[in-house]
């Protein structure tokens, strides 16, 4: 991983979305736009018992020498992140964890664990505080109508001023920080496996679009005395110089009812970018609907920007409603979760399963049809019994159409030098190479035709290095891009005795 010499960005402010980012120069796509390291980072809420240093599982057995909090070992409790933060806290109030009868459970004693961090890293640094932090956005006034102010009134506030004896941070400002981590925090994962959140000051100020033109990485890389969270952003797409940088803080695989309820609970602002706009979701159809009362029609939303407004079929007369079509939603997004974690032989047939029992109510781009074809182009090929070895041709055609239609959504909403364009153009480019070699076997085509279906195969698969290359080594799809890089390079330097041998 690079690091930039100086960041290519500026930031602006205006009266309707407050601050942005543009970039200074035009930066082409892969370029790096800026990196930074995390004001402050811990466990999510709702974070079950973890190391307080490493962030890995722990079976509440271990405890911190000095606090007498959960961590793995003195290694562990010797980590800046824990030791420099609330370990003193808690030493000097003598507070200690309270023992629990689930360790895989979500403990409410983890709530205060980060907010703590923040504000003690706003005593350590107040001038970054003041400078990048303190204009963060927190909601507070929105955020007191809700149940969540309650939640941290107990479990953050009169925790941190009653046992913790930090009666010097106000409770204003206690939610102020639980807020801000709330709305601004992104997930990084802890090389124990585990999600943890980060609040980098400068990734929060670019504004949200569904359709993102960068792309983040957060790498950790552990000096055995401090663990750097530091993160890296990256154009998507070229950006022309004064252009403005996106973020997305949903999921982009989402439809839009789904992603603008998701802003309006979470981040409490209600999108109209392009695409929310958009009944088709710019061609995508990741929204759509089949009508089921006639053979032609599709039903679309008729105001995209009212999550109330009817859903008309483009054929007849039928029509439904926003609230009818949510309802639809949830019913297959729990069917699609609750195999999210089957990735065996099993795993596949069950998403098979749901692919056909829904072709007839959703668009085949719908967001559901789109999500499974995720799970299923990345699990034809390695799950016992379906290794790519043994995938018989009607399986690897069945893998590369998978990959074919879910790259024609990622082209539009996840678009360039995604990850997720750089995994499916890599599960792509192994079904291509070896159906050629069949059909040339096979005598379907001559030596010719079979030496450009190769060169396009091995171009995919460098398409997906080139994307993975500045993944973190300490990722799956930093790893993944590793071994694409090579593999590309081998077939290259062999594509002359691929053909001849074939």
Request: charged residues 25%; glycine residues 4%.
């Amino acid at each position: 991983m690079d690091t930039a010499d100086s960041d290519k960005f500026i930031v602006k402010k205006n009266d309707t979305v407050g601050r942005y980012a543009v970039v200074s120069e035009n930066i082409k796509a892969g370029d790096l736009i800026f990196s930074e390291k995390p004001f402050a980072y811990g466990p999510k809420s709702d974070s079950p018992p973890l190391c307080l240093g490493c962030y890995n599982s722990v079976d509440c057995s271990t405890f911190c020498s000095r606090c007498g909090w959960p961590v793995c070992c003195v290694d562990c409790e010797n980590l800046s992140c824990h030791k420099d933060n609330e370990c003193q806290v808690f030493t000097d109030a003598k507070v200690k964890f309270q023992s629990v009868e689930d360790c895989s459970a979500t403990c409410l004693q983890y709530e205060c664990i980060t907010p703590l961090r923040l504000l003690l890293a706003k005593e350590n640094n107040p001038q970054r505080w003041e400078e990048e932090v303190a204009q963060m956005e927190s909601h507070n006034g929105k955020r007191k109508e809700l149940p969540i102010w309650a939640f941290n009134q107990v479990n953050v506030v009169e925790y941190l001023r009653g046992p913790c004896k930090l009666n010097k941070f106000s409770e204003e400002l206690i939610h102020t920080a639980c807020g801000i981590l709330d709305i601004n925090a992104f997930e990084a994962r802890a090389p124990s496996g585990y999600l943890i959140r980060c609040l980098f000051p400068k990734l929060a100020i670019l504004s949200h679009n569904c359709v993102s033109n960068i792309v983040h990485s957060i790498e950790c890389q552990g000096t055995g005395i401090q663990e750097d969270y530091s993160v890296f952003v990256r154009a998507a797409v070229d950006i022309p110089k004064d252009g403005e940088i996106f973020s997305s803080y949903t999921y982009s695989l989402w439809p839009t009812l789904v992603r603008r309820e998701f802003l309006r609970e979470n981040k409490f602002f209600e999108c109209k970018c392009e695409r929310c706009s958009d009944a088709t979701e710019l061609g995508t159809h990741l929204g759509t609907l089949k009508c089921n009362k006639c053979d032609n029609g599709v039903i679309l939303s008729t105001d995209p920007l009212d999550d109330k407004c009817a859903w008309k079929c483009t054929h007849c007369e039928f029509s439904t409603n926003a609230t009818s079509v949510r309802k639809v939603y949830a019913t297959i997004q729990a069917e699609i979760e609750a195999v999210e974690m089957m990735s065996d032989a099993e795993g596949i047939e069950v998403r098979e399963t749901i692919f056909r029992k829904y072709r007839s109510v959703l668009h085949p781009k719908n967001s559901y049809m789109t999500i499974l074809r995720v799970a299923l182009s990345q699990l034809y090929g390695k799950a016992d019994g379906y290794t790519i070895e043994d995938l018989p041709d009607l399986i690897l055609e069945r893998k590369t159409e998978l990959c074919y239609q879910l790259l024609d959504v990622l082209n539009v909403v996840e678009p360039g030098h995604s990850r997720i364009r750089g995994i499916t153009l890599y599960e792509l480019h192994s079904p291509l190479l070896i159906l050629a070699r069949n059909q040339y076997s096979a005598g379907v085509f001559n030596k010719e035709l079979l030496r450009k279906k190769l060169v396009e195969a091995i171009g995919i698969l460098g398409e997906s290095a080139e994307i993975l290359k500045n993944e973190p080594l300490s990722t799956l799809e930093g790893q993944l891009g590793q071994v694409a890089q090579q593999a590309h390079e081998q077939l290259l330097h062999n594509l002359d005795i691929l053909v001849e041998t074939a």
